[in-house]
């Protein structure tokens, strides 16, 4: 079953903030989050594996809380650039090989 | 420059016929994988491998076959099983499962 990401759209100015959710109904092992522009293939943002590390790099990072099954991708003072749809991946301790990925989250950044 | 070649960019094919996308990395990875994508919808796991001569199905495997006789080409048959064939499907790669993935541009197929 894949997870499930909320909000499922979500618009900003530019210099906003924003949070998007993944929650999974399955133990996990790790979560990954992906960025795709229309058009194009998903582009790899980071990984977070069990241990509620939280990591990130310039001014997005994410969360992963393995007790709820959840984990949050933050994008702080947003960019033109930040446009695209967002999806989370999820992968379980059952089968470490297979990676999951969520609804997707759409996120428009106007000027 | 390592990366993942798919091809055809763009594939028209009748209704019936079975039709083979070509998925090729040079990045030296072990793992490979099949996606396919509908308008507005998320990614859904179609075949994947972790080893040559090795594969899984994933969660929509019916209609679709894969080979895996060489590390670095991962090709997927889209049948005439496959009640609808009409989609984007991306090919991806990592060199171990708690990696990123990588992903090819994508072929978009559209059967008519």
């Known amino acids: 079953q894949q997870p499930v990401q909320s909000p499922q759209a979500v618009i900003l100015r530019e210099g906003e903030d924003a949070v998007i959710n993944c929650s999974s109904s399955k133990a996990l092992y790790s979560v990954h989050w992906y960025r795709q522009k229309h058009g194009e293939a998903p582009v790899f943002l980071m990984i977070l594996l069990k241990g509620g590390e939280q990591k990130g790099h310039d001014k997005i990072s994410a969360s992963f809380n393995e007790k709820k099954q959840q984990s949050s991708l933050y994008l702080t003072a947003s960019q033109l650039s930040y446009s695209g749809t967002y999806f989370c991946?999820?992968?379980?301790?059952?089968?470490?090989?297979?990676?999951?990925f969520g609804t997707g989250t759409r996120l428009q950044v106007f000027p | 420059d390592g990366g993942i070649t798919q091809s055809p960019k763009y594939l028209f094919r009748k209704e019936g016929q079975n039709v083979t996308l070509s998925c090729e990395q040079n990045?030296?990875?072990?793992?490979m994988y099949w996606y396919r994508q509908d308008p507005g919808q998320g990614l859904r796991l179609i075949y994947y491998s972790q080893i040559v001569n090795d594969f899984q199905k994933g969660d929509i495997a019916e209609g679709y076959s894969v080979s895996r006789e060489k590390k670095e080409s991962f090709p997927l048959t889209v049948t005439s099983a496959q009640k609808n064939p009409t989609a984007f499907y991306l090919c991806?790669?990592?060199?171990?499962?708690?990696?990123?993935?990588?992903f090819g541009s994508g072929t978009r197929l559209t059967v008519v």
């Open positions: 990045l030296n990875h072990d793992a």
């Open positions: 991806a790669s990592s060199p171990r499962h708690d990696y990123g993935y990588t």
């Open positions: 991946g999820t992968v379980t301790p059952y089968n470490t090989d297979k990676l999951i």
